[in-house]
């Protein structure tokens, strides 16, 4: 998996031109990139997610970035074609719910319907959505069956002091965004996509993939746990993480390691748990420290 390794290594060097000290996050992005999967991310504005998108498309000289106005109620894409390969749903929660429908249809279908016409979605193909967790009046809240179809959630959250001060003096003369190189080409991306698909998962780690799964539907404070549809999420998102560590077999450290980004936000919390503010961050936590790891005993 070095080819991988060193594709992802290229990526993730040239978008921290641009985000700067958010490396981890930065890598859950590639590693929903490569394994095809659509990224939520939650969090206030002004910490870059869309400079994330548009670093992540001119790196991969993918066709563009998609942003949805919430003037207009309508998808502005930057550059060119009727449909990008990367596209941003800038507070996806202030889109109507027939907007979001039809976000539904493009990440779940890889197709878009317009009068009655159905058009392919070109590859790769990747929605960054994104939401203000704090302000919520005029929104529209995600039905969970949509936020069932990320395949992550993440936050980038404000910069450390030190980070800050560079980010002011990166944009000195121009934002470097704008000199951002192509480092990779679409079939680059599409051959590490498909070599992603050959790490090995051995059936003690796929036990405890569903084992945490399952461990999150039957959890006191869970009035409905993750669906089947997280233990994929899992799968194939630690696959990617293997790969981009250079490796060709998933760990458990790589399960642990995406637990609460693949699963969190398909919990729903019971009503008297969310009296409590109970977060479903706070029980995969739990869960995965629950759940014995793969290798305690011996396999027969």
Do not use: W
């Not at 309508?74 to 596209?87: L, N, S, T, W």
């Not at 302000?135 to 980070?163: K, V, W």
């Not at 470097?176 to 698909?197: G, H, M, Y």
């Amino acid at each position: 998996m070095q080819d991988v390794q060193a594709i992802a290594e290229k990526v993730i060097n040239n978008v921290e031109k641009v985000i700067i000290g958010k490396h981890e996050e930065i890598k859950l992005t590639l590693v929903g990139l490569l394994c095809r999967g659509h990224l939520l991310i939650e969090d206030v504005p002004g910490v870059g997610k869309t400079m994330l998108a548009r670093s992540i498309a001119k790196t991969s000289d993918v066709t563009g970035v998609s942003v949805f106005n919430q003037k207009t109620r309508e998808f502005e894409f930057r550059p060119g074609p009727v449909m990008a390969q990367i596209v941003l749903t800038d507070e996806i929660n202030r889109a109507t719910p027939k907007t979001q429908s039809a976000l539904l249809e493009a990440m779940q279908e890889q197709q878009v319907t317009v009068d009655g016409v159905t058009y392919p979605i070109p590859e790769p193909f990747l929605v960054l959505a994104t939401q203000n967790p704090i302000e919520y009046e005029g929104t529209f809240p995600l039905p969970e069956a949509q936020l069932d179809r990320f395949m992550m959630r993440i936050s980038l959250g404000y910069p450390s002091p030190e980070n800050e001060i560079a980010i002011l003096d990166s944009q000195q003369y121009v934002h470097p965004v704008e000199t951002l190189e192509q480092v990779i080409d679409i079939q680059e991306l599409l051959n590490a996509q498909e070599r992603v698909k050959e790490v090995y998962v051995d059936s003690l780690v796929k036990e405890y993939i569903v084992s945490l799964v399952n461990a999150t539907r039957e959890h006191p404070d869970v009035y409905l746990g993750a669906s089947p549809r997280g233990s994929l999420a899992l799968y194939k998102t630690s696959r990617a993480r293997a790969a981009i560590l250079g490796r060709d077999y998933v760990i458990p450290d790589d399960i642990k390691a995406l637990a609460i980004t693949a699963l969190a936000h398909r919990l729903i919390v019971s009503p008297s748990a969310r009296i409590k503010e109970v977060d479903p961050r706070a029980v995969v936590e739990e869960t995965l420290e629950s759940v014995p790891v793969p290798g305690a005993r011996v396999r027969v």
